[in-house]
């Protein structure tokens, strides 16, 4: 798959929002979810579930590569962030290794939010 085709793929897979996930890993990506809405961005008070900066999971055997983005391509805790979230996800059973790969397509808008987020911040 060319790179375009699979940014494209990634593209158009809804965000993760804590829907039951199904699925042969449907179980891990459940506690995953539940760990990573622990994790709040630091300039935001919102966990990066609910943000809707996880953008979705990609497994190779037991190892999980998490897909996210950040409210704005310059955010000085990327780094910070994304060993939170690796550490995070590795902490879940059955789990061997976790990568996060930062995404910038498509952007994120506060429409991504869930409808939690979107209340607590006044946009429902």
């Known amino acids: 798959m060319t790179e375009e085709a699979a940014g494209a ?7 993760v929002t804590g829907a039951s996930p199904t ?12 760990n990573l809405k622990k994790i709040y961005d630091p300039e935001i008070p919102m966990n990066i579930v609910d943000l809707g ?10 190892a999980v590569t998490v897909r996210m983005t950040l409210t ?10 994304a060993e ?3 550490a995070g996800v590795e902490k879940v059973p059955g789990v061997t ?5 930062m ?3 498509p952007p994120w808008t506060p429409e ?13």
């Open 53 to 62: 900066l996880v953008y979705g999971m990609d497994w190779t055997g037991d």
């Open 72 to 81: 704005a391509p310059g955010c000085p805790v990327a780094g910070i962030l």
């Open 23 to 34: 699925g042969p890993y449907a179980e891990r990506e459940a506690l995953i979810t539940q």
């Open 97 to 101: 290794a976790a990568t996060v790969d």
């Open 9 to 15: 793929t990634a593209a158009a897979r809804p965000p």
């Open 112 to 124: 991504r939010m869930s409808d939690f987020a979107k209340r607590q911040f006044g946009y429902l």
């Open 103 to 105: 995404v910038w397509e």
């Open 84 to 86: 939170e979230v690796k």
